[in-house]
């Protein structure tokens, strides 16, 4: 169930290899940001996120990206989220904006980080969702290039998007330790 047993030493000398070739990582379906957000949802996940987002990921039917910087903020401290999300009912109400989301040009979700309590700044108080990239309010506002690749990266805005409470990654206030210890 969880792979291979490679040790993170094993997987570094296979990297390397994988490194010689533009097209390897992305062949093999282990490339940024899917490897990380599949090794997250395998450790963290519910039975149903695994079912619903891990499953396809693993046998490379859907696409993922990851939503944590955000303009206007300094944002190589990640403790600097000022997207907010609101519990209404059983859904949080998601609202902000976020930049640099990797692979967001093919992508069927977006793990967004946002604020669930706390103030910018705070590293406690930050959630993980997982957001289908086709929810009500998100928009992807543009494409950024980087590398001469022209759809790699982007920057969405979220306007009251609504995600059922069953869209938490881990715990709700825990999203940064569990984006970074990973």
Partial sequence: ETGQGLSNLDYAYIAAELGRSRLA??????????????EVLERVGTP???????????????RSCFGMTEPGLASSDAKNIATQAVLDGDEWVINGEKTWNTGIHRAHSDMILARTSGEPGDGHGITA???????DGLVIEEYLWTFNMPTDHGRVSLTDVRVPHGAILGEEGRG???AQHF
């Fill in 48 to 62: 149903e996120q695994k079912e619903q987002w891990l499953e396809p990921l693993l046998n490379g039917k859907i």
């Fill in 176 to 178: 940064l330790q569990i």
């Fill in 25 to 38: 990582s992305e062949s093999l379906n282990c490339s940024a940001p899917d490897t990380g957000n599949m």
């Fill in 129 to 135: 969702f997982l957001t289908p990239m086709d929810a």
